[in-house]
Structures are given as C-alpha cells and as structure tokens.
C-alpha cells in the first residue's frame, strides 16, 4: 500500500504534463495517448472550422499552387541576382468575371521586419486558359533575401468591357450596360476625388491633377453631353485610355492575398554558374619531401585562370592532430614525416580559427586571396566541423563533447567509412548551446572577414538542420555574397533538405551516373520541382575521395567523356588536381585513389603528355560564351538512335542561345548515330536549313533537314553546336 | 494654388491607409506599391529568420511531404469510416542514429476545440529504406471530422541496440557498450520510478507495478550479478522483453512533431461507393396530360431496386414559376399547360421549402422517403440555389439580389447556356450577410430534418467557395451522414476546389471520354495525387442536360459500353433515367436531349424492347459482390492489342478480390485481341494457370499462361472476370 500511495503521489504530481505520463504509458507501440501536451500550436489547428462570420469575410478567391516555393512556402526558393523569376499561381472564383492579379515583392533586409515598400508586376492569365494559371514576371536586382505575395481580385470593369464588346458587336440592346458602365466609371470618380487622386508635383514643383481623374471626368462629360450616339458612347468607355484610367482607380473587389509571403534567397551570380578546381596547397612543390606554402600556390593561378576555372577550393589549412594522425593509404601507423589528413583539424598550433604553420600565416594567407583575385579566381575554403583529439576545443570546451563512460570520445563515422582521427562536436550537449553554435559561426565569420565567400562544407547531413539553417542565415544576413557548398553524398530527401536550409549548392550522385538512361533520367529531375527550386547541382567530376570506377579503365576519352558531361550539364562543376592529368590509379577494388593525397604530399607535372589542359580550357570558354550552359535548368533531350550517346539541347528561355551536345559514353570505341535537329524551336519546317557552328573547332556549316549524322571518337568523344537560324545572327541571337 | 492644396490635403488625410493610396496610383500594372496594408498576418512571414535560442531548440528532425494531406492541410483529406487510411511521410535527421516515428489521430467533435485522446499507431520505415518514407495506418471508426499529427524522435535504445548487435558479430571489444547499455536503462529506470511507471489498477482494485519497471529492474540486476559472462549481459540487453519495456519508458529525444494537424474528413461508405438513378418525379404517369406525383412513384421502386441502384434522386421538388416560364423544348414561348423547368424555383405557393403542389405535400414526401427506405433507395434532393422570379424571396428580401439601373435582375448564364426564367442571388449584397447565408443553410437543414441526407447541388462554382466551405461544415456538424454531391462542369482546378471545400464527390468528365487513351489518361489522373485525396468522382453516363453525342448514334451496344465503363470505372456512377431504354434523339446537332424531360412530362414504357435492365442489373450486383469495385481507386492499365478495347484490372489492397474488365470501345464491329494476365500479382510464372470466371454469365474456367484472347461483339461489348490463383477459393479468397 505504500508503494501503491507513493505511485498515486507520482501520478498525480505528473498529471499536468499529460505528454510523458501518456507517451511513456503506451511506449512506442499503438494504443492511446493523454494529450500531445505543450507543443507550439499547430499550423492548421481548427483552421477548417470557420465560423459564419469568418467565412463570410473570408477570401472569396483562391490562390492555389504557388511557384517557386519550397515546402509551401516553409523555406526559400533559390533565384539569382538580375535573374528574371516567373512566378505562377492557379487562381480561381466562382462565376464568370474576369479576374485580375499581380505579384508584389520586395526586399526583406536583414533585422528589418517590414521593408519599406512593395514592386508589383501584373500577372495574366497563361493559354490555353482552362488550366487557370497566371504569371507574372520579376527580377530581384540586390542580393539577399526577398519575398513575394500574389494577389487576385474581381476585374469589375473588364467585365463589364468584355460583356459590352460581346453584346454590341452581337447587336443587342446595350442602353442598360452603357449605364451600368457609366455608374462603375462614376464610382472610380468618387474613389479617385476621395483621396486615391493625389496631385502629382512636376519638376518645377506644381501640383497637377492626375490623368486618371481627369480622364474620367471627360468620359463622364462625353457620356453625358446629350447628342453623344450609342456608338461614341461605346467608344468612349471601351478605349484604352479609359481602361488606363480605371485601372489607377481599381476598386480591388474581393482582393484576396496567398496564403504565405514566399521567401526567395537571391544569390549572385556564383551560385549558378562557376568552374571549381580542387588543389592541396602543401602539394603544390616539387618535392614531396617540401611541404607546399601559401606561396607555391602562386605560381599555378596563371594557369587555373587560363584553364577557365573561377574558383579555387582548398581543402582544410588549418593545423594538423598527432593523436591517431592517419599514415599514408589511410593506414593507421603513420611513419614520423608524414603529414596526416588535413580534416583532422586542431594542434597546439590551434584549431578551426588557425593556419597550418607549414602552409604559412595569415599574411600569407592574405596575399593568396589577393593573387587569386587579381587572376579572376576566387578562393573557397573548407568548413569541416570536427576535431582531432588534439584540438584546443576538447581542453577549453569539454562539454562541448559526448564523453564515454571510459573518458573517450567516440572518434567519427561516415558509413562505411571511419576516421580514426577525428572526433565530433555535440551540438545539443548542456555547455553547447549556445556556446559551440556561436564558436562554428564566428569561425565562419573570420573567414568572411579574412575575404573569402565561398566554403564547401564537408558531411553537412552529420550536423543538425537547424544549426545549419540558423548559421547560413545568421552569416548571409551580414554578407549576403557568401555562399555554402553541401558535400553531402547521402540520401536524396537529406540532400534536398540542405539545399533549403540554406545550401546555395551542392555535390551530387552525377560521379555515378554513367548510362544514358541513369543521365537522363538524373539531369531530368534535377531539372523538375521540387529539385528545381531548393538544389543546384555542382557536378565534380572526381574528389579526393571519389575515384569513379568509370575512370578507373577508361583512359583518356573517359576523361574528356565526363568533362563534357559534367561541364555541359550544370552551370557549375567542378574538378580535383590530377583529374587534367586522367590519374585513375585505385586501390583495388576500390572507388578510392591509390597513395590518396589526403595522406600525402603528391607533387605532379601538370604539363605531363596526355594531360586533357587545352579540352577543359576550351569547355570552359565555351560555357562563358554561353549563357544557355551557365544553369543546370533549361535542358532537352532529343533523340538520337544510339544508346550509347547522349544527346541533348541547352536554351535559353528565348532560344536566343541554343547549343546542341552530343557526348559518346563509350571510351573504347567510335559511336555514330543519326540525331534530329530542333527545328521546331526555331519555327523552322523539318526539311528547313539551319546553321551550325563547332563550338570546340570554330567550323560552321549548314545542316539540312531535321535527321542529321554524327560520329564520335574515343579521340573526340563529344561535340558541342551552337546553332541558330539562317536570319539569326552566328552568335544565335537575330 | 487652391486646388494643390485641396489636394495635399486629402493626400495626407489618406497617408495612414497605404493600401489604397499605393494602389491606387499604380493601378493593376507594374510599380511599386506602398504596402499590403491590413490583411491578416501571412503564414510564414518571418517565419526563416531564427534567432539562435530558437534554432537551438526548434525540430531536431524533419518530418516532410505528409500524405494523405490536401494543399498542405489547409483542407480535409477524404476517408471512409471502417476503412484503413494509410498515413505516409518522409522523416529525416541529421547522422546515422534509429529513428522512431508515429501517428497520433483522434476524432475532433464539432465545436469541440480540444478532444479527449489521442490514439497511436505506430510508423515503419518503408523498404527501400533510401527513400526515409515511413507509413503507419489509422482507421477512423466514426463519422466526421478526423485529425492526425506525425511525430518521430531519435530512438536511442534502437541505436545501441544496432551498434552492439554489429559490433558482437563481429567480434570487437564491447565492455565499453555493454556499460553505455546499462546506463540507458538505468536511465529509463529513473523515468517510470519518476511517475511514468505508475502503477496498475488491477480487478479486484489492488494496484501493481507496471511490468516494465519490474522488467528493467531484473536487467539491471542480472546485469550487475557479477558471474554474468558478456553474452549473457548481452542476451539480457537485446531481447524483446527489454527491448518492448524500454519503449514503454521511451525518452522522446529530439521529439518532433509534423508542421500541422492534418484533418479528414470521414464520410460513410455510400461517398464512396453507391448507383445513382435520377427520375422526374412528373414523369411517373402513363399521360402527359397528367402531372405524375410522389405517390406514382412508389410504383418505381421495386425495378429501381431491383436494377440495382441504391441512390434514387430527383430534380427540384419545389414550386415553379410562371414569369419567363421555358417551354418545351427551351423555348420562351410556353403553351398555357407547359410545366415549365424545375430549375425554375419558387412561386407563389413557396420557394426552396416547399414542395410543388402538385407533387404532393409534405406526408406524401416522408411517405415516400420511408418507402424508399424499405427498398434499400436512399432519396437524393437537387439544391439549386436560384429563383424564378415569382420567388417570394424577391419581394421579401430584395437586398438579395443585385438589381440593375432598371429595376430589373439579371437572368442566370451559364455560358453559352441562358436561363431566362431564374435569377441568381447576391451572396455578398449588404443585405445578404448573413440572412441570405443562414436562409440557405436553413433550407438544407430542413431538408435533413425531413430524411435527405444526400445533395445534389446545381451549379456550386457559380456560388463563392467560402459558402460552400461553411455551409457543408455546418450541416455535417450536426449530422455528419450528410453528403454533398457537386455538379459543376467547368475547369479542373475549380471541380478541385469544390472538392477541397466539402463536396463529397463530383460530376466528371467521364460523359466526354470516349477513346481508350482519353479514358487511360482520366482514370490514371482520378487515382492520382491531388485529386486522390480531395475529389470523389461519380460518372454519370447522362444527365438531363446531357445526351452524349457518342450515344447519339452508337445504338444499344454504346449503351452497353458506357454502362460498363462507368460501373467499372468507380465506385460511383449514376444514370438519369431513360438511358435504360436507351433513348438518344437529340436537338440535331446539340448535346441535349429532344424534348428535353426537363421542360415537359415524359411517361415512359420502362420494359420497352431494346431494354438494358438486366445488363444493367447485373452490372450493379457484380458491383455489390465485389469489394474491388466499390472504388475509384486501385486501378491498373493491362496490355492488350487493340486500340479499340479498354483493359484494365481492379483490384483490393491484398489483392484479395482481383476482376479483369476488357470493354469494347467500338459499339458497331466486334473487336478481338490477346491481353495480359496480371500473374505477377499472384506471385505465379508467366506460363502458371489462372481461375477466370465470367461474372455476367457465371461461366468458370482455367487459363494457362500469361497471354490470352479475347472478342468483344456489339451484342455483349465488355467482359468481366473475376480472377483467382488455383490455391485461392472462386471468390477470390484464400
């Protein structure tokens, strides 16, 4: 019985929190629970249970399917500075009127809950009509966050205009709707004389009447000035300039508003279109037995730039561990000199806010980014957020880890993969927050401030959302020009799912999609919501982690295969050093390199013969001419009657720019095939001549007819037309 | 100078408003505006811009694309009572660790904010587990209102669980988690002795501890016995005992729940399933000269019954009017005795509730309702919200209706239909607000209260959204067996939307499908997403208004394709009656029937030669004796080599009841082909022996092997076969 009163006290004293009392009663399993107890309120909660009087009030239109959104709004849809947006909505009503609607959008600054006014840009409805969808353009010109609402009312006068038209021209009896007419142009009178009609003050500071209001007071003279005939009266009300007028005057009838600002995060240009090229700096010697510095880097910036990159990513440059440093071929016995990974960040040299001592200082640093500047080229650093046992933070910060019960920390884990020399952080341990989240931003925000913009971010999806949701933000909010790379190979929805948090970009599984069915179908979806909105694809063509088996036997060709795919498939790709050089040489078995410079010093020729230098500059010159290759959207495949090649077409939105690709996935043999022309897009009959241009060559010719012949080489395993037609001009815009 | 300042003055008199000034001077096209003014806060403003305190504690996981949902709950997703919803969602975190998640639904009573418990059932991750899919089933065992919430959370006790069977297998040191283990369940220990393992009341009043306490106590303690060997300790940790008790005292960690309440809408089985006849009342008399009433068609209902149908609905039952009264044949010239259009409601003898004097009076209605009843035929009344303008409503409430500058009310359209004899009101007059709304909601009420708990309603996408939302609302609050069917043939996003506001099914374009890939494509889309979760469609193979232009001139066999393909298509079809008779004399060139029903008395000789009762009889019982048929989902597209042949199976979740339909799209040759048996689903090779048996003739036999043949004649154009594997029972069932 004691015990019994003892549990009785318990339950009671627990009644109030519901939550666990139910839950722990039921465990995980099916049956009842007390109460979902004190969650944050539901969106929706008891929002279909309106009363008269909502619903009376309540918007008579409905704005539905919104674009671009993510998650209905929940996160950002991406855009691009100068980039025009469309956004579209199906919008409906009862009835028969005609609607109107438009998009207002405007910046939304950071710190600023309500920006200072709205851009409205009108929508209309898009053919064939029946699908109820409007559109309406805008172009975010500054970076940074943005939002836009739709919103649709009751066209009361272009009713009223669409039934006059009908009925006069049918020859009916229209006195009645000449009145009405006449009332509705009365009432924008009265809206306008109320205060809708400001005079507006010239350049030599007079008030003047608006045109709107002195528009429609002739109209109503005009109507009103007895001899005036059916006909004038017609004319009268149904000309632009009163339909103009009438406009300034909308009465808004019914004005019904989305549901939800939609947020979109405009990038600069960078997010979309760039050629990454991946180097160790401590590599860049001729001597794997001298350490490579800041300073060495120098000397490679010319040729990068001439390669056509714009971006130079380094892995981590920050001080080295000891504790289980990682020995050449990732073996766990390194000898003395070896120089460990450089993931396995922190040293009593310091840790994520320090500089590896052999690289050099900051100084050095300082003048790299300058260097790389100066020869167009802009540095991204590496985000690794892990800690050899030898890093500060562990001493300085215990409670920032999850401790054993043996004093150990578990050391990190990528499935299948261990790194023996790296532990994580715990970002929900008691002393972390907010203390470790604070230590990740502001080791982000020295980078910023040191000039760099970019940071490729390694094993994202092991980090919680909402820390990365909180941190892209809080560092976007100061420098909206910094982007974030997601290095996450993992599961397609988690993927996704950084991509709307706030990743600008982000690896993906094009190192393993090698037929053209896996191309297609891949470059596709990337290409469709909701991929479309919230990932941008950056396509590597090889990391120092991923030697693709694809390479590993294909030769050359194999390399200038998966450069053409890569550079001709997004906007962005990108490329590890040694890939010019078609290095292939695996650990067995493996999809990983051989001698791995993630463990070593790996000084190259990168004049060495056979190098592939002169290709990647040319696809990289070809995507700068080209603004159809400068977004991974925008892609068409068309057919060609061989399996074996890939063959599509690349436009922008006007066809001002369309280039043709057709890339051979075969490395050992020629492959030919007939493939159609898109004639149509150019308006063109299919026995029509269209010109063609040899992007990589520069020849030109004209095809005739739609069913053309190609044939590629494992010499030349892809080629890459620019074509237009006959009364554009060479560059494919008239 | 005077004029300016009249204006700057009223200019700043309006400054505070901002909507209207900002809109007012931009009109409907592009600018800026000044701001959105008052409207209610929209949903997601702000709702990106996370302080750290509230990202540091905001969902850990993410729980995405929850199903099944409409517009992302803002509207009830359609179930039926009894029948398993599956619930699905995509649920995410950051690493590697087990996830655990749930369902928790509850009815939600009207005008009860908060209901009592919440049930649980548990989620499952979905094979392939790349996908993060995971599904759980919930059966609402009441009519109404229904709404679920997903919650998932990190399942700790699951991920040790996973660690150490791994690492036990393969035979690495595990002290270290065997004591990592024991502190978990040391810590669940401390919950339930904290008040989540109260004790248990058993019969006889005597209170025991809960067995999962007990449990965990024994593991502590057989862990701790110190001549326990590892394997032992590592049997105690792993088995299901443990395992079922450290659920019951779960720790939720990094709990997470789903953005929203998801609300159903659960209707009873005849939304899903039921057979429409549709009668003219009038018309149950052998002379036109005599006005049929409701006692005639007590007559009727044996042979409705008898074919099969459960839903008997009638046209408006109301009063007509006189003014404009249509004659036959739509004309405006009506003779003295002409009924004129039910459509046309109200007279002096009353308006929506009352019943046309001679049909009857209100006994000779319930009589009627009470006979259908004992038929097993539900009646069905038209709503239709309109009035001829002899309806008292005019005079009593002119503030209903929208004059115009003569004094007059617009006549109703529906383009390019004219309806001269009704007048529409104003649902949003000043006047209207909210007498017209409550007088409406009245007169369905009343109706109720008389025994009708299935509308018809005429036109519903002429009347606003909001009313609809409402009214049904608030009829179902009372009495959720209510149902609402809309005739709306208008644009698909608008038959969406009147689906999403409460409509428990819908008119469809089935009547103008008529080619085996315009059906595929129709039927493929009703089975999809969106339309799956908000639109029951009921095919109805004529109406009143419609004499489709393929029965027009397809003879008795079209009849016979269209019965089959409707009662085939869904669990909802309906016919208007005549169409048994195979009646199609048209207005020559038109869709519409001569001598249309609606605007004059058709008697009719029902055993007329030529008669498809019994085909269509059958068609119903096949309907009722198979579950496969009771839906419009669980459709799939079979092969077969004829274009002009329809093939498709049906069938129940578990495949238990599986029926094949070939159906002849050709009423005027016989059609043969060879089609696909579905073996697949039976888990039986492409050369096994299959159980057919025709259900129109009852006929058995064996097939053997995947591809067969079948000929389709104009005499019987559709065949149905019921399909089992040998080891299953004829009626499909193991």
């Known amino acids: 019985m004691n015990k019994s009163a003892h549990y009785r006290a318990s339950r009671s004293e627990r009644a109030d929190t519901g939550v666990a009392v139910g839950r722990a009663r039921e465990g995980a399993g099916a049956g009842m629970t007390a109460s979902l107890g004190s969650a944050e309120a539901p969106r929706h909660a008891g929002r279909d249970r309106h009363s008269l009087t909502e619903m009376m009030h309540a918007p008579r239109l409905a704005i539905e399917a919104v674009m671009p959104s993510v998650d209905d709004g929940r996160f950002a849809a991406k855009a691009i500075v100068g980039e025009t947006v469309r956004v579209t909505a199906v919008i409906l009503c009862d009835g028969h009127d005609t609607l109107a609607a438009r998009v207002c959008w405007r910046p939304v600054p950071p710190g600023q809950e309500a920006a200072a006014g709205w851009h409205t840009a009108p929508m209309t409805l898009v053919q064939p009509a029946g699908n109820d969808l409007w559109e309406g353009f805008i172009t975010p010109q500054t970076l940074g966050r943005y939002e836009f609402v739709i919103e649709a009312w009751r066209d009361v006068f272009g009713t009223w205009r669409n039934e006059l038209t009908k009925k006069h021209a049918a020859?009916?009896?229209?006195?009645?709707?000449?009145?009405?007419?006449?009332?509705?142009?009365?009432?924008?009178?009265?809206?306008?004389?109320?205060?809708?009609?400001?005079?507006?003050?010239?350049?030599?500071?007079?008030?003047?009447?608006?045109?709107?209001?002195?528009?429609?007071?002739?109209?109503?003279?005009?109507?009103?000035?007895?001899?005036?005939?059916?006909?004038?009266?017609?004319?009268?009300?149904?000309?632009?300039?009163?339909?103009?007028?009438?406009?300034?005057?909308?009465?808004?009838?019914?004005?019904?508003?989305?549901?939800?600002?939609?947020?979109?995060?405009?990038?600069?240009?960078?997010?979309?279109?760039?050629?990454?090229?991946?180097?160790?700096?401590?590599?860049?010697?001729?001597?794997?037995?001298?350490?490579?510095?800041?300073?060495?880097?120098?000397?490679?910036?010319?040729?990068?730039?001439?390669?056509?990159?714009?971006?130079?990513?380094?892995?981590?440059?920050?001080?080295?561990?000891?504790?289980?440093?990682?020995?050449?071929?990732?073996?766990?016995?390194?000898?003395?000199?070896?120089?460990?990974?450089?993931?396995?960040?922190g040293s009593e040299a310091g840790g994520h806010d320090a500089i590896h001592p052999e690289l050099g200082g900051f100084e050095e640093f300082r003048a790299l980014v300058r260097a790389a500047h100066e020869h167009d080229l802009e540095i991204a650093l590496d985000f690794a957020i892990q800690c050899s046992p030898d890093h500060p933070w562990l001493a300085e910060h215990p409670g920032w880890f999850a401790w054993r019960p043996d004093g150990t920390i578990r050391y990190a884990e990528n499935p299948p993969k261990k790194y023996e020399d790296i532990v994580n952080v715990d970002f929900y341990a008691e002393d972390a927050r907010p203390a470790l989240w604070e230590a990740l931003r502001d080791v982000v925000q020295l980078w910023v401030d040191e000039g760099v913009k970019i940071f490729r971010v390694d094993n994202p999806h092991t980090k919680p959302f909402p820390f990365w949701e909180w941190l892209i933000a809080d560092i976007r909010s100061r420098d909206p020009q910094v982007l974030f790379f997601a290095e996450a190979f993992t599961r397609p929805a988690i993927m996704a799912r950084l991509g709307k948090v706030g990743f600008s970009m982000s690896y993906t599984y094009f190192t393993w999609r090698n037929t053209k069915a896996e191309l297609t179908e891949y470059f596709t979806r990337l290409n469709e919501s909701?991929?479309?909105?919230?990932?941008?694809?950056?396509?590597?063509?090889?990391?120092?982690d991923i030697n693709p088996v694809f390479l590993q036997s294909s030769g050359r060709p194999g390399f200038l295969i998966r450069a053409a795919l890569a550079t001709m498939g997004s906007g962005l790709w990108g490329m590890y050093s040694g890939f010019e050089l078609c290095e292939a040489a695996p650990i067995p078995g493996r999809e990983e390199y051989l001698d791995a410079e993630k463990y070593e010093i790996r000084p190259r020729d990168y004049f060495a013969p056979g190098n592939i230098n002169g290709e990647i500059a040319q696809l990289n010159w070809i995507r700068r001419d080209n603004p159809a290759l400068q977004r991974h959207t925008g892609i068409t495949f068309l057919e060609i009657d061989n399996e074996r090649i890939l063959y599509f077409a690349r436009g922008t939105p006007e066809q001002g720019n369309v280039v043709l690709v057709a890339i051979s996935l075969d490395p050992h043999a020629a492959q030919e095939g007939h493939f159609e022309l898109p004639l149509w897009w150019f308006g063109l009959a299919d026995d029509a001549e269209l010109h063609g241009e040899d992007l990589m060559t520069g020849h030109r010719w004209s095809w005739y007819g739609k069913w053309q012949w190609t044939r590629l080489t494992p010499e030349m395993p892809f080629g890459i037309w620019r074509v237009r037609a006959p009364d554009q001009g060479w560059r494919g815009v008239a």
Chains 1, 2 share one sequence.
């Open 171 to 345: 020859g009916v009896p229209i006195a009645l709707e000449l009145e009405e007419g006449r009332r509705l142009v009365f009432d924008a009178l009265d809206r306008l004389g109320n205060g809708n009609g400001q005079p507006l003050q010239d350049g030599t500071g007079e008030w003047h009447e608006p045109p709107a209001l002195i528009q429609l007071r002739q109209v109503l003279a005009q109507l009103d000035h007895e001899p005036a005939t059916t006909a004038e009266r017609v004319d009268t009300l149904l000309s632009p300039e009163t339909q103009a007028a009438m406009q300034q005057a909308e009465a808004f009838e019914h004005l019904t508003r989305s549901d939800c600002h939609y947020p979109l995060d405009v990038d600069r240009e960078r997010a979309a279109f760039a050629s990454w090229y991946e180097l160790f700096p401590r590599s860049q010697t001729d001597d794997a037995r001298r350490h490579g510095t800041f300073a060495d880097v120098h000397a490679r910036l010319p040729m990068i730039r001439d390669m056509g990159f714009d971006v130079l990513y380094f892995p981590p440059i920050h001080p080295i561990g000891h504790t289980h440093r990682k020995g050449r071929n990732n073996t766990l016995t390194p000898a003395p000199d070896d120089p460990g990974s450089p993931y396995a960040i």
């Open 530 to 544: 909701p991929l479309r909105e919230c990932y941008r694809p950056n396509f590597f063509v090889n990391t120092p």
